[in-house]
């Protein structure tokens, strides 16, 4: 069974950080692409970041490149997104995806649960 648990989502001040992870099971993740995709209050879902998991081949949506960083702990079957100089516009449910190809974009065939991240002074 396929199961992607996602952790640290919390409150942080606008400039701050905060690191998320995502511990997966049940596949060879170190076969898999990975990714990360938000959902803001109200809006439909945004794709942030995707990874591959075998050339560590790394893709950014424009909002977040150079403030995000997705990686993978292939020991650990562990996914992360470290996220740097938050703004208020980052806001929204972060959800950990196993894309449904050994590549980058849609489509997503497994979800984690949803890590709330709010970005407010």
């Known amino acids: 069974e396929v199961q992607l648990v996602e952790s640290g989502g919390g409150l942080v001040q606008p400039g701050g950080s905060l690191r998320l992870s995502c511990a997966a099971s049940g596949f060879t993740f170190s076969r898999s692409a990975m990714s990360w995709v938000r959902q803001a209050p109200g809006k439909g879902l945004e794709w942030v970041s995707s990874?591959?998991?075998?050339?560590?081949?790394?893709y950014y949506a424009d909002s977040v490149k150079g403030r995000f960083t997705i990686s993978t702990d292939n020991a650990k079957n562990t996914l992360y997104l470290q996220m740097n100089s938050l703004k208020a516009e980052d806001t929204a449910v972060y959800y950990c995806a196993k894309n449904a190809e050994a590549a980058p974009g849609p489509p997503y065939n497994y979800w984690g649960q949803g890590t709330q991240v709010t970005v407010s002074s």
């Open positions: 990874i591959v998991s075998y050339n560590r081949n790394t």
